[in-house]
């Protein structure tokens, strides 16, 4: 792989990892009913960036391209193997776009728009209904 290649790569991981950090972070949040504090503590630690809208964004993101992305980090990883890097993040972050893609989150998502920390925790549930109903026929 040659050096342009490997420079998109890598920044594609960072953002597939942003994604799926958000991803659990978030629903972990909202499960405990404290994500306005987190957004809170971020904010202090990152003062320049709102927290709300980069989440939003990310999370709708993974949701309409999971599995592409997916597809991409599991390249990524082989990359990295390649050059004599272990992937532990990498292939944790396959695995949670990957997941995005077999929930169906996509469904929830409006066009291209973000997908608000809220609305991600409500579609995440409604989608792990929907899939254990149809585990269970």
């Given amino acids: ?82 050059l004599g890097v272990d992937s532990f993040v990498v292939d944790g972050i396959a695995a949670r776009q990957q997941w995005a893609s077999d929930l169906s989150l996509k469904s929830f998502v409006n066009g291209a728009g973000p997908l608000p920390v809220p609305d991600y925790g409500i579609a995440v549930g409604v989608a792990e209904k929907q899939d254990n109903k149809e585990m269970s026929k």
């Fill in 1 to 82: 792989v040659g050096a342009a290649s490997t420079i998109k790569m890598m920044q594609s991981v960072v953002v597939k990892g942003i994604e799926a950090l958000c991803a659990e972070a978030f629903l972990g949040s909202e499960r405990a009913g404290v994500t306005e504090e987190v957004m809170k503590s971020l904010k202090r630690t990152y003062p320049g960036l709102n927290w709300q809208e980069v989440a939003a964004y990310h999370l709708g993101r993974m949701a309409l391209h999971g599995a592409r992305r997916a597809a991409e980090m599991r390249a990524s990883a082989q990359t990295l193997q390649a």
